[in-house]
């Protein structure tokens, strides 16, 4: 990323956050980037360990994204946010005026800009009440988002859950309702974003001046790759397949041309921080090496919205001796949780036997919904 934004003249800083690393001396010297880690952001070290307990990786670097944009903000006009597999393709130079120009100092691209009537492709629009509409590997802000960021760090807090029974997908779900409370622009650019899942709708040709969409000549700014190998750049996912032939088809010669380009430069950058990239997460583990399970932090997360005080850290050496023993008592919450799951489950795969439990133990229901329901009203 940072080499396409300097090769398009994009010569503004980049900012990277490191979520797992405590100190930016920890980090190689690389030009152009200046590295953050999450005690930088307005959380105490003891609030950002907490949010990497109850977080796996994707939610925890996900949760923090509005914080990151707050801090941001406090020395520039504009923060522009991009995922780390996005690519800058052409220069962006309708970018700042777009921000600018927006109603609210808020710009988002949709997933896709049009309707797809067959449903036919590899992402359905059925697909998007679950992602949600908006693609949040790009978003853009400027100093009058700020009470929008507020609030989705208000709910990213404790609610940036992957939890499809819950009808959240990480931060992206939230937007759909924060993009109507603070008057959001859906950017309509079709170059901005572009990736496996709106292919259909933005087929990318190039010419002289380089890759644009062939539909209405919007220069391509942004390509998103997903779960790309470079190692591999004649597949453009690994991860979603094409369901007529079993495997993804580069769509046209400048895709193929781009992923061959893409992953050269993600070899080539690996090189500049081999020591970064090998290293495995380091909150997937506790201090005696004990693997966290996602039941493990649902429960953690219970305890804190609770109002638990003085919880032992899985991260704190100090806290080593509290924590196992945290962890031991715990089973009772784990298999709570798990049976809380069992029924949501039962609720929602079997409604009618549902509704006829409700009239036959009314007393139960109540109480099962009770114990079940968050602040949020969602199901936990």
């Known amino acids: 990323m940072k080499d396409s934004l300097i090769r398009h003249g994009h010569a503004t800083q980049l900012y990277i956050m490191v979520i797992d690393a405590r100190d930016v001396a920890e980090l190689p010297e690389v030009p152009g980037v200046v590295w953050m880690v999450p005690d930088q952001l307005a ?27 707050l801090l941001l903000l406090e020395d520039t006009d504009q923060a522009i ?69 507020q609030w989705w760090w208000g709910h990213l807090a404790t609610e940036c859950l992957h939890s499809p029974m819950d009808g959240l997908f990480v931060d992206q779900k939230w937007i759909d309702i924060g993009s109507v409370l603070f008057h959001a622009t859906a950017w309509r650019h079709y170059g901005y ?6 292919l259909h709708e933005r087929v990318v040709e190039t010419d002289a001046e380089g890759p644009y969409i062939a539909k209405n000549g919007d220069r391509l700014r942004l390509f998103h790759f997903h779960a790309f190998n470079p ?34 430069s993600v070899l080539e950058n690996q090189k500049l921080v081999q020591a970064l990239v090998t290293q495995p997460y380091a909150f997937n583990v506790d201090t005696a090496g004990h693997l966290i399970s996602r039941r ?11 109002g638990a005080k ?61 114990r079940s329901l968050t602040r949020s009203g969602l199901w936990e």
């Open 43 to 69: 959380l105490t070290t003891r609030e950002a360990l907490d949010l990497a307990m109850i977080y796996d990786l994707t939610e925890f670097a996900t949760a923090i994204k509005p914080l990151l944009l």
């Open 81 to 149: 946010y991009l995922d780390p597999d996005t690519y800058v393709v052409t220069p962006m130079d309708e970018l700042v005026p777009a921000v600018r120009d927006s109603e609210a100092g808020i710009l988002l691209t949709p997933h896709v800009l049009e309707p797809n009537p067959s449903n036919e492709t590899l992402f359905s629009e059925g697909h998007l009440l679950y992602v949600g509409m908006y693609n949040l590997g790009f978003c853009a802000v400027d100093r009058r988002a700020m009470e929008f960021l």
């Open 193 to 198: 974003n572009v990736g496996i899942g709106n």
């Open 231 to 264: 190692n591999n750049p004649d597949e453009l996912s690994s991860k979603f397949v094409n369901r007529s032939n079993g495997e993804v088809r580069l769509e046209t010669p400048a895709i193929k041309a781009l992923c061959h380009e893409y992953a050269a």
């Open 296 to 306: 493990m932090r649902t429960v953690y997360r219970q305890a804190l919205l609770a």
């Open 310 to 370: 003085d919880l032992p850290s899985p991260f704190v050496a100090e806290d080593a001796t509290a924590y196992a023993a945290w962890r031991k008592a715990s089973w009772r919450s784990v298999t709570k949780d798990l049976l809380s799951d069992a029924a949501k489950s039962a609720r929602l795969a079997l409604p009618d036997e549902y509704v006829r439990f409700k009239k036959r133990f009314p007393k139960a229901a109540r109480i099962a919904r009770q």
